[in-house]
């Protein structure tokens, strides 16, 4: 009699757990937009477990770029493999042609820093410090053309021939001494207090301008993407940086996301013993109207083919995916002071008009 009543109760028990609705996920307040804040909260009480979303890293995730902070890395501490071969030109649609408004071709300022580079290289091979080598005119004049050299690309190809070029000059690495080389970048570079404008002249003040420094991942985001995980709604990035730099941050568990490695994608070289600055033309690379192509070839499956729910970006190399899938539920953008008239800027002033209730939804980036 005794051991039915335990039984009894013991099922009953288990009938009322497993009815149980689960906990209300949300958002601590931090620096969001209260509207913003409510759209989400509401999107992860109604999204459903199974649907999925997808963020932007640089600039969205994070903020500034950790592309750029692995090149600042790079230059300040000279630490370069196979670039210097091809004197820093790969990725260049046409080294021969003329930078704007420079008097030289981009294969001739390649010379010129690879000369520069191959000099301060052997300096420091040969023992003298790196805080010595940084104060030289022949250092201030190399990081100031390499600053130069990628404006003058930004200016006559725009900023996504940067974004092919900044990767390539990881060429002549392991993917092991990449992964180490990335991972000291972030150490340097992470943190709040670290968000710096510098500038970079060279001594007879022709080359160089401002510098963006250092990178942060916010609490406000490292929160978003953990109550959306909570809520049962996978969080994928699709980014326009290299695949390997992106996961070293975003996969960290205790530096950065702590997602796993299936859930970053990123642009991918062809797989070879060493790094080459050549694209894999087998693999969808995210890069604009790509990235659109990338979730649907990759994350969409997992999903019954639908699309995320939740699409996050900041740039016009979003647009195509904040616009492309019918089933989502929200657009958030993150803004960084793009222009009103780009294609985000024009997104961004939906989001305004709407008072941040409608598709899509405008915060202000956490930097700010």
């Not at 995730?61 to 230059?75: E, F």
């Not at 052997?122 to 100031?144: H, K």
């Not at 392991?174 to 340097?188: C, F, Q, S, Y």
Request: aromatic share 8%; glycine share 8%.
């Amino acid at each position: 009699m005794i051991r039915k009543f335990f039984i009894s109760a013991l099922c009953l028990l288990l009938a009322v757990s497993c009815t149980r609705e689960p906990e209300t996920v949300i958002l601590q307040e931090g620096k969001w937009d209260p509207q913003v804040r409510e759209a989400l909260n509401e999107l992860m009480a109604n999204a459903g477990h199974g649907s999925y979303a997808v963020f932007d890293f640089d600039q969205t995730s994070i903020v500034h770029d950790i592309s750029n902070a692995l090149w600042v890395y790079q230059i300040e501490h000279l630490r370069f493999a196979d670039a210097p071969i091809h004197h820093f030109l790969d990725g260049i649609p046409t080294p021969e042609e003329a930078m704007p408004e420079m008097g030289l071709t981009y294969a001739e300022m390649g010379d010129v820093l690879s000369a520069e580079y191959q000099i301060l290289k052997s300096r420091l091979d040969a023992g003298e410090s790196i805080e010595v080598i940084r104060q030289s005119d022949e250092y201030l004049d190399f990081r100031a053309r390499m600053l130069s050299l990628m404006e003058a690309m930004d200016e006559q190809w725009g900023s996504w021939v940067t974004y092919l070029w900044q990767p390539g000059l990881l060429a002549g690495y392991t993917e092991v001494e990449a992964k180490e080389l990335v991972h000291e970048a972030i150490v340097e570079h992470l943190g709040r207090n670290k968000l710096a404008v510098e500038q970079w002249r060279s001594p007879d003040g022709r080359w160089g301008g401002d510098v963006q420094r250092g990178i942060w991942l916010s609490p406000e985001m490292k929160n978003l993407y953990r109550c959306l995980e909570e809520a049962g709604i996978d969080t994928y990035i699709c980014s326009a940086s290299l695949e390997l730099i992106v996961e070293a941050l975003a996969c960290d568990p205790v530096l950065g996301l702590g997602l796993s490695a299936d859930r970053v994608f990123g642009l991918r070289f062809v797989a070879g013993e060493r790094i080459v600055a050549q694209f894999d033309q087998n693999y969808e690379q995210p890069n604009r109207e790509g990235k659109v192509d990338c979730i649907r070839a990759y994350m969409a499956p997992s999903h019954g083919n639908a699309g995320p729910v939740l699409v996050a970006g900041d740039s016009n190399g979003d647009v195509a995916m904040l616009t492309a899938f019918t089933d989502m539920k929200h657009g958030l953008i993150i803004d960084v002071g793009r222009s009103a008239e780009s294609a985000i800027g024009q997104l961004a002033t939906q989001a305004k008009e709407a008072g941040n209730k409608g598709l899509y939804l405008l915060q202000l980036s956490f930097e700010r």
